[in-house]
């Protein structure tokens, strides 16, 4: 979790330096390992709307943790579990802003940001909306796996 900790330090480290020299995620084509990356999160979000319990378990590391927008912190033992008994289910999902960024000089880590509307319901309660999401993946024995995700509210900007 510290490796991921520092994973997220360095990118808000470098945020500032990127938009001051105008480089977007959007001005380079994407190579071979970006789209390996965008492939393996687009598997994941197949898995939320299919509630597919063993494609969740073969995408998430052992260590994988997810922090909600409103501040819950859950394991994927916990997330998985809702699936399986039925305490999770996604009615729709859609994203736009995606955007991947590599890590080292392989490749062998991934930040995904994106822009999603969720409409779910958990544990009886219903949520429709729109959250950031941060999907932190690394490379583990030739598999991409997700190894921590966030999500932040979005709120309307005030006049």
Request: aromatic fraction near 10%.
């Amino acid at each position: 979790m510290r490796f991921v900790g520092v994973v997220l330090f360095l990118i808000l480290l470098q945020a500032p330096w990127g938009a001051a020299q105008g480089i977007s995620a959007g001005s380079v084509p994407a190579g071979p390992v970006e789209l390996a990356v965008r492939r393996a999160d687009e598997a994941f979000q197949r898995a939320l709307l299919a509630a597919d319990s063993t494609a969740l378990e073969r995408l998430l590391a052992v260590d994988w943790t997810f922090r909600h927008f409103n501040g819950v912190l859950q394991t994927r033992e916990q997330f998985v579990g809702q699936f399986t008994g039925g305490r999770r289910s996604f009615a729709a999902m859609e994203r736009d802003d995606v955007k991947v960024r590599l890590l080292g000089q392989s490749g062998e880590g991934a930040v995904l940001t994106a822009r999603t509307r969720r409409d779910e319901t958990v544990e009886g309660r219903h949520f429709q909306g729109w959250v950031y999401s941060i999907h932190v993946w690394a490379r583990e024995q030739g598999e991409w796996r997700l190894v921590t995700s966030q999500t932040t509210a979005v709120r309307e900007q005030q006049p």
